[in-house]
């Protein structure tokens, strides 16, 4: 076989990487090559430089992808440029710089670019550089994603899509398989399907919201647990009360009939629908006075933010966890 040899990619999004990989071991004829992660912020283990040098006897293509190497030392850059002239012929090594860029400028390490091994790979196109989901790195990243899906960008949609879209890939494609679900057989994704989609921010509001309607969870917990370990950031507290104070009044309205009052796209409509007849009356009015007590407890002193928000958590938590009591008897 050829001699893949090896890439650097500079970007610091994690899943746009794995994305790369995954092309690029495509194009090369290895997508079936066996995958190997290691990490350059910790100590690089005697099985890097193992697989890196040595080909297996079975002629078995592999693929090293070194996560986090721009952290490495200059030491290191040099002993991985000398064991790059022996790779194994079976080997595809990926160097990943995932540092944040500053200024629109990649953050590659100035000792590594006046490396062999960077100057060869430059020479030989072997280096990739995106930013992440900036503007334009969205744009495409959407357009490539419908391409792939057989989906047809209607009038506006891909600038809607952009406005509200997460910037990392991995919550970008969990929203964007709403919107593949909201086109359906039709095959054509509208500027309203925009609507789908709630606030992010640093919140991750879809992750936390659909594990807190199952009932909590870890997952829910553990996103307020982080945001108690994160002082320099607002307590997740106060969006909240606003978030649940505005879907129960929609789904209050909702389960009473009056649809024509809610202003929601019709997918999220029906959805709304069936969390509200789920909960019922009682329990939708119930959110609504628990936001009301999380946010007085906290004027009027009784609790801090964050003890607020875990008692708030725990509360909702009980409410979407049990069944609808008015179904129930209906059903006894």
């Not at 650097?8 to 690029?24: G, K, Q, S, T």
């Not at 190497?69 to 080997?91: C, F, P, T």
């Not at 909702?254 to 329990?283: D, I």
Request: aromatic content about 8%; hydrophobic content about 45%; overall charge positive.
């Amino acid at each position: 076989m050829s001699r893949p040899g090896f890439y650097f990619l500079v970007c610091p999004d994690a899943e746009l990487i794995r994305m790369r990989v995954r092309d690029l071991l495509e194009k090369a004829g290895l997508s079936g090559a066996r995958r190997k992660v290691f990490w350059g912020d910790e100590d690089l283990p005697e099985a890097f430089w193992q697989d890196l040098c040595v080909k297996s006897l079975l002629d078995e293509p592999k693929a090293l992808v070194l996560r986090r190497a721009h952290g490495l030392k200059v030491e290191l850059w040099d002993k991985i440029g000398r064991a790059a002239v022996n790779q194994a012929s079976n080997v595809c090594a990926f160097f990943c710089l995932e540092a944040e860029w500053i200024k629109n400028k990649a953050p590659v390490p100035a000792a590594l670019t006046k490396r062999p091994m960077w100057t060869f790979a430059e020479k030989n196109d072997r280096i990739w550089k995106s930013p992440g989901l900036d503007e334009p790195g969205l744009a495409g990243f959407v357009r490539d994603w419908a391409g792939q899906k057989g989906l047809d960008l209607g009038p506006g949609a891909l600038a809607a899509l952009c406005r509200v879209l997460p910037r990392d890939a991995v919550h970008a494609r969990l929203e964007l398989g709403k919107i593949e679900l909201a086109a359906g057989d039709s095959g054509r994704v509208l500027a309203g399907h925009a609507e789908l989609i709630p606030p992010h921010g640093d919140m991750d509001f879809f992750e936390f919201m659909e594990a807190l309607t199952r009932g909590g969870g870890t997952r829910a917990w553990k996103r307020v647990l982080d945001n108690h370990l994160e002082p320099d950031k607002d307590c997740l507290l106060f969006p909240l009360v606003r978030y649940m104070t505005g879907q129960a009044r929609s789904m209050w309205m909702l389960v009473c009939g009056e649809e024509h009052k809610v202003r929601m796209h019709p997918y999220a409509k029906k959805l709304g629908l069936a969390l509200a007849t789920r909960l019922g009356q009682k329990r939708i009015a119930r959110i609504l006075d628990l936001a009301m007590e999380a946010e007085s407890a906290v004027k009027g002193g009784e609790r801090n933010p964050e003890q607020a928000l875990e008692m708030f958590v725990a509360d909702l938590s009980g409410l979407f966890a049990l069944e609808n009591p008015d179904r129930t008897a209906r059903r006894r």
